[in-house]
């Protein structure tokens, strides 16, 4: 019986997957290679700050309290005086006060060196933290509650974190593994505002922390060399275009009236969708464009902190 001769050459279906693969890498190579960059650069660092955000909890499950913050101004690698300090603190470290047992400050930047992790985003820059003090002071000083002090609210001394919070934070017993409670509310909302409207929504209210990087433009973020990128719009001394309110925010925390737990002040962060620069833009103005932002917003929900705190054993 003669053989046939298998053919050399294509069948339609393999042809028709040949077809979809180059049909793909054509696409692919018609995105502009400056686009793929930033998409890499958006994923790299939502990935550093997810770390970061383990890091913060993993502090907190081994200490009963969250880290505080480094300061910006340190060029890595040295250490610096501060005058509120007794003693130099170096790059990337906390700023513990053990005098008094609580931080120094509770805005600055993540403490990379303290909590082992990357010091920059994806574009070189330092992120953004800020704390609620009640969930950053001592176990034995037993307080549960935000506590107004103008030592513990910078930038704006003027500012009032929500003191003596309805409800207030009163456990029984007293927790001896945590600096905080199960009834404890932190000072920090973040929000999102519509595009149309300009009207904001609440994302999270009453957070323990917010970890920020300040994007692809990096207005207001410390550099590893302890200086601000700052933009040629800034008059203010923010490092902002004095336009991009809500990037300001984002770098200094603004005040605002919230209805939770009553009317008590919260330092304001934004997160929201990516928008360009344009001219006549304004955050707060309806009928407007929005100014530009590329931060990106990583919050610590109490409910996310409670629980794995409760898991290690700290609380109730």
Do not use: K
């Not at 001896?176 to 999102?192: Q, R, W």
């Not at 409207?197 to 957070?207: D, E, M, N, V």
């Amino acid at each position: 019986m003669p053989m046939t001769r298998a053919s050399g050459g294509f069948t339609l279906a393999e042809l028709a997957v040949a077809l979809v693969i180059m049909a793909l890498l054509f696409a692919g190579a018609l995105i502009p290679l400056s686009t793929q960059i930033e998409v890499r650069n958006i994923a790299d660092t939502q990935r550093t700050m997810d770390h970061i955000r383990e890091a913060v909890i993993g502090f907190a499950m081994a200490n009963g309290r969250l880290p505080c913050p480094a300061r910006g101004q340190t060029p890595a690698g040295e250490t610096d005086s501060i005058t509120w300090s007794p003693t130099s603190i170096a790059a990337g470290s906390e700023q513990w006060d053990p005098a008094n047992n609580r931080c120094f400050v509770v805005f600055g930047v993540v403490p990379w060196a303290t909590l082992g992790v990357p010091e920059a985003d994806a574009w070189g820059r330092r992120f953004t933290y800020r704390v609620s003090h009640a969930f950053a002071d001592a176990i034995s000083l037993a307080s549960y509650q935000s506590l107004a002090s103008p030592a513990l609210v910078p930038p704006n001394a003027a500012l009032m974190s929500p003191a003596n919070q309805s409800p207030s934070c009163s456990p029984t017993p007293a927790p001896t593994l945590a600096s905080f409670a199960l009834c404890s509310l932190g000072d920090i909302a973040v929000y999102n505002r519509n595009e149309s409207s300009h009207a904001r929504t609440t994302i999270g209210s009453a957070l323990p922390a917010v970890i920020i990087s300040h994007g692809r433009n990096g207005y207001g973020a410390f550099q590893p060399g302890g200086t601000r990128v700052v933009s040629a719009g800034d008059g203010d001394g923010d490092g902002v275009p004095d336009q991009n309110a809500d990037e300001a925010a984002n770098v200094t925390g603004s005040t605002t009236l919230t209805p939770y737990a009553g009317s008590f002040s919260q330092w304001a962060f934004y997160s929201r969708s990516p928008m360009s620069a344009s001219t006549g833009c304004s955050d707060g103005t309806a009928g407007s464009p929005l100014c530009e932002f590329d931060d990106i917003v990583f919050m610590l929900s109490s409910s996310t902190l409670m629980a794995r705190i409760v898991s290690a054993g700290r609380l109730p």
